[in-house]
């Protein structure tokens, strides 16, 4: 459905640190820069990090939440390990098992160092 998501950040070098590191815990290469914009690219679509090119600052979305899919658990363990390791915080609930109007689902969510909310998702 989607070909890319792109987020803002006031900090690209301190962006890519962190986003190297959780995507590296996905399977991830770790980004390709082009300028003021970080690529990581996947068989099913692209992730990009940009600084915004009107020259503002960059905010999060107040209510937004970019999801990513994990193969197991265990793998969105480490994403959130990664992603603190890198400068995120952890946000809502500690990782683990949720159950919802689709199912039963494996969560874990942080919030990368610019306050962008992020998630980790095995459904089971």
């Not at 980004?31 to 914009?37: E, I, L, M, P, T």
């Not at 960059?58 to 363990?77: L, R, Y």
């Not at 390990?81 to 400068?87: C, K, N, T, V, Y």
């Not at 952890?90 to 689709?102: L, Q, Y």
């Amino acid at each position: 459905m989607f070909s890319h998501v792109m987020i803002g950040s006031n900090d690209l070098e301190r962006a890519k640190t962190f986003y190297d590191g959780v995507m590296s815990a996905l399977g991830v290469a770790p980004a390709r820069v082009d300028g003021h914009r970080i690529f990581y690219m996947t068989p099913t679509g692209v992730f990009c990090v940009t600084t915004p090119i009107d020259g503002e600052p960059a905010t999060h979305a107040n209510g937004g939440t970019i999801g990513f899919a994990v193969s197991s658990p265990e793998q969105a363990d480490a994403w959130h390990a990664a992603g603190l390791a890198h400068g995120g915080t952890t946000c809502e609930d500690p990782p683990g098992v949720r159950d919802g109007s689709v199912g039963k689902m494996y969560l874990a969510y942080l919030r990368d160092p610019d306050g962008n909310k992020i998630c980790a998702l095995h459904r089971m």
